[in-house]
């Protein structure tokens, strides 16, 4: 196994994974949770970080069932497992599906074998294709995520890149502009980087070269295809990470607490800092934030007001979004929005 070149994300290298022990862990972690919060109902199931698809499928059975022993899995539960092409094969697909996914998450990153290799993917774009197209050939929903703006990168490549995507009849895909971060191969490379301005504009030649529409800063998808995982997470629900690195935002008799593991980490937080995260992560999408008691608090509407071109306001004054002009400067008008 290996980790690529711009990854910063948590991970530990093994030749020989244990899976049973790893399974035991995860659902000992699930039990735990089940006592804390009791027969709650799960909308959702993510299975991220890493490489989920390289687990067992009996791991992930016992870990399904585990799940469905301490909590209610809601009828028409949506359960997403992340993979990388070259880790599953069309019969172990076959068999997640049956034991529970409904949802594939392929990490193609490029359909340039050359760009997969700068970017120290293991796999090719033709291994990327089969993957989508047995995933497709199940009846499974399937989104890909793809990485732009590399070194020497252009709008043109960006539309290239948008038209071969076209081309797959995607429903849902993640387009990630490349960042660059320390303690990672890139970070160590003095790499020649697209400007802020170059960047900007190949953000919206996606918007208007990919067929599939926007709904969140780098989320594209036709209508009723969203990841309803990432939108509830976004809105401000609430949710458990399980595993290493896994962290969540718990809501227990109405307090919210910060959650990282079955007791790694669990700390109150401020109902204050809760909104302000909720505002944060529901102004990534493109239908913003709703405006309620505890946004009303710390939203500047006087900003919002004086500001049409980067902030919209819906028409029963119940929600606000970023604008298309608002999305190229969301950080910094983050800052301008919350007070």
């Given at each position: 196994m ?6 910063a994300?948590f ?6 994974p ?24 799960i909308p959702t ?9 390289l687990?067992?499928v009996?791991?992930f ?17 949506e ?6 092409p070259?880790?599953?094969d069309?019969?172990?697909?076959h068999?997640?599906?049956?034991a529970g ?11 340039d074998?050359?760009?997969l290799k700068?970017l ?8 990327a ?7 497709n050939?199940i009846g499974?929903?399937?989104s890909?995520?793809?990485i732009?703006?590399m070194p ?7 539309v ?5 995507i ?9 387009m990630y502009?490349l960042t660059?971060?320390?303690?990672t ?11 802020n301005?170059?960047?900007a504009q190949m953000y919206m030649?996606?918007d208007?070269r ?9 989320n594209?998808a ?8 990432n939108?509830n997470?976004?809105d ?5 990470g399980i ?5 969540g ?12 593991g079955n ?5 109150p937080?401020?109902?204050s800092?809760?909104?302000i995260e909720r505002?944060?992560t529901g ?5 913003g ?7 009303k ?9 004086s ?11 119940t ?15 983050l800052?301008?929005l919350?007070?």
């Amino acid at each position: 196994m290996s980790k690529c070149n711009y990854c910063a994300f948590f991970s530990r290298a093994c030749a020989a994974p244990d899976w049973d022990q790893y399974t035991d862990s995860i659902v000992a972690e699930l039990n735990y949770w089940g006592q804390q919060l009791g027969k709650i109902s799960i909308p959702t199931i993510f299975f991220g970080g890493g490489t989920p698809s390289l687990m067992p499928v009996e791991c992930f059975e016992k870990i399904i069932y585990a799940i469905n022993k301490n909590f209610l899995i809601a009828h028409g539960c949506e359960i997403t497992l992340e993979s990388n092409p070259g880790t599953i094969d069309a019969n172990k697909l076959h068999d997640f599906c049956a034991a529970g996914v409904n949802r594939l998450s392929v990490g193609v990153q490029s359909l340039d074998n050359k760009k997969l290799k700068f970017l120290g993917r293991r796999h090719d774009a033709n291994t990327a294709l089969k993957l989508i197209d047995s995933a497709n050939n199940i009846g499974m929903r399937v989104s890909a995520d793809f990485i732009y703006g590399m070194p020497n990168d252009t709008v043109d490549d960006i539309v290239k890149l948008c038209d071969d995507i076209n081309a797959l009849g995607l429903r849902h895909c993640s387009m990630y502009e490349l960042t660059i971060e320390e303690n990672t191969p890139f970070g160590k490379m003095n790499l020649n980087m697209p400007t802020n301005d170059e960047m900007a504009q190949m953000y919206m030649a996606i918007d208007d070269r990919l067929n599939i529409p926007r709904y969140e800063v780098s989320n594209y998808a036709t209508h009723g295809n969203e990841c309803r995982h990432n939108m509830n997470i976004w809105d401000g629900a609430p949710y458990i990470g399980i595993g290493r690195g896994g962290a969540g935002r718990v809501l227990i008799n109405n307090r919210w607490y910060e959650q990282m593991g079955n007791g790694e980490l669990f700390n109150p937080l401020d109902r204050s800092a809760r909104t302000i995260e909720r505002v944060i992560t529901g102004m990534r999408m493109v239908r913003g934030v709703a405006l309620d008691s505890d946004t009303k608090k710390i939203i500047n509407m006087e900003f919002v007001k004086s500001n049409p071109d980067l902030i919209s306001l819906n028409n029963d004054g119940t929600r606000i979004a970023a604008t298309k002009q608002g999305m190229l400067i969301l950080d910094e008008l983050l800052l301008n929005l919350v007070g």
